[in-house]
């Protein structure tokens, strides 16, 4: 038996790509983006060669294809070495499968906010359910034991900054707080 | 074989055809015209693919910028992506059957095909996502899986995420059929979580000329099928309740 690591490659032929050749005046440059903040983010927990291949299974930058393995390899590694909370992963794995051109924008939402909070509040992904209309959306709950002055500033920063990577989308994702303490 | 608790949480059939095939940017749009009754919602994706072409000065690479159309049903359960040179078919869950998914991708290859003729098919694959959750904090593998990572003794046996995987040669090594075995996030409090991934591939460019390619799908999936019906126990089947 062979161990190995890459997924949903179809077989293909994986060319080697780096990010300088990425375009960041392009729209899609969001995915780039994307990779460099995970790279960076988790540079310190693994080799280069294990995150570029083995670690996030990013979806592939020639074909593009996110599949359901691409959706919850992502979020386990968001457990797994960020310490992201899921109250109901199930109802967020749904979510993102079914509106997966979202799928960009939230792994951007939460390297951002784990950028900025993740040593100073529990950082929780959780689709929430409107009780009066028919609406639910993905939401990047930050809770704190006690809140910051300028929580909402530091927020409305990070909102500005994946907002773009949502433009045409279907669905909807919001990193705000709800003033709750951590979750137990 | 039918469960009652279907493991499958999506379904996709790719079809990469080759550079002969003609293509324009309209034929998204006309496809859609033809499946629009069962797949009513458009979206699109701008991508960016990296053609990598050797030259005589060695390799270069190029990023290109290419529109994806995606066509979902009304319950967003089953999508038809037209890209460039691309068509893909997926189903999520709940997922209904062989018998219920061959139609959908005859029905949009036939239509692709209507619209401008597939003239070869560079590679095409059928895959099998299938999310299996069991009980406990804790499991043996062997209880469940006859396919499984395989701890030495002096390894620790404890273990959180893992991956396994193995590629299969099938018809001269015309296909391989590629089995992976990873660990996924629970959605059930005490429950263990795996993801089992089967994806059977053209590995040979152009070796099944179009006219074949619905049957070598059939084929494919008679495969996998098989692999799944190998890869569990029956502990894991009662998990799934058959029904036949």
Known sequence: MTGYGVIGSFGNYRPMRTFDMISYELPESWRAHLYERIGFRLQNTFTESSLSEFIIDLPDLVRNTINSVTIENSLLYLQYYLGFRFQNPGEVIDYLQKHRGLYDATLLACILTEEKFGSRAQISLELYKDPEIDDQYLTVYVRQNEYETDIIKEIDAICEEYAPAMTGEQGYLLVTTDFHPPLV | MKYKNPPIVEAICEFRFSK??????????????????????????????????????????????????????????SLIQVGQHLLSVNHLKPYAGWENFRPKIKMAYDTLNSITAVEGIERMALVYIDRIEIPGKKIEMEEYFKFYPSLGSDLPHDHMGFMVGVDFPFNDQRDFCKLQLTSAMATKKDHIALLMTTEYYLAKRKSVSPEKSIDWMEEAHTKIRELFRGCITEKLEDIFVRLD
């Open chain 2, 20 to 77: 002969e095939t003609k293509w324009d940017p309209t034929i998204a749009g006309s496809v859609y015209e033809k499946v629009k009754d069962q797949f009513p919602s458009k979206e699109s994706r701008l991508e960016q693919q990296v053609e990598v072409k050797a030259g005589d000065a060695g390799f270069s690479q190029n990023l290109v910028a290419s529109q994806r159309a995606i066509m979902l049903s009304p319950d967003r359960s």
